[in-house]
């Protein structure tokens, strides 16, 4: 299978290097520096003291023309606008398109959109760009994926029947609930640690803070209207997501250590949001969305003193 991937961040590269070993992949990205390595050295990928590489098929994002059989999306949701800005020109051409992005915000987009075959999924896996053509597996995981609209059965046969160990695919039959548990995962454990600044295990092992967090947690499962029935296996998914990946930094808390853009508008934001359309009281989140907000301006002014 013939596959495009955008973004060279920690997943694209990531996707790129695994999926290379079986499928024809082209990387699509923006930086001359990341082309020029990549092109002539490849990526390299690590986990533990191992480090191998793999060529990849590199180009600029400019010459994506949505003829590979499979594009996977993998930009943060603040980069998106520019991917929907070619979707809307080469519409129907595009064979079929993957957003592997954390939040919500960006369904109602891509389900508006004249793209005939869509998907959509979440990443469990850890990683982290170690430089502009190094990835570091830091938690192998899996990538869940759902069908938003059209024909994407064979592409999902193909990925989830690979049977590669260190990067599984998985089929899930209902993509609404599938982004909804993420986005309380995201919405709950990537904003705490950030502001807490400690690694994603620190919500359990810390009492004080595991109080906190099942506050919080409980305010978004009531935003989102989910049922009582439910809410178990939502508090089970978060449980399990924070244990194996105990020892990693949330994307988020990362971005603010390395003085990037978070995605707290596409996640948090969005919660907030919500609380305030329903007119549901949501003083917990919009009191964290407001601290990390407070947390990107405190970073603006200081690049600016």
Known sequence: MKIGIIGAGAIGLLCA???KEKHDVTLYVRSPKQYELIKNKGIYYKVNEDKQSRTVEVRYFAEWDG??????????????APIYEKMEILGSRIKAMCFL????????????????????GIVEHGAMKEDEQTVVHTGIGAI????????????LLSLTTEN???????????YVTMMQKKLVVNSVVNSLTSILQVKNGQLLQNAYYYQVMSLFLEEVLEILSI???????????????????????????????AGRPTEIDAILGYIVEKAKRKKI?????ATVYLMIKGKERGREECLNA
């Open 101 to 120: 992005q954390n939040g919500m915000s960006h369904i109602e987009t891509i389900l508006e959109s004249n793209i005939p075959n869509l998907m959509i």
């Open 227 to 257: 049922t009582k029935e439910n809410r178990i296996l939502y508090r089970d998914y978060c449980i399990e997501v924070i244990r194996n990946t105990a020892l990693n930094k949330s994307s988020m808390l990362k971005d603010i250590e």
């Open 144 to 155: 869940k994926l759902a069908c938003v609209k059209g024909k994407v059965a064979e592409i």
């Open 17 to 19: 290097y695994q999926l």
């Open 164 to 174: 590669n160990q260190a990067f599984p695919f998985i089929n899930e039959p209902d």
């Open 67 to 80: 003829a590979e059989d499979l594009t996977i999306v993998t930009v943060k949701q603040y980069q998106l």
């Open 281 to 285: 009281s949501s003083p917990i989140a």
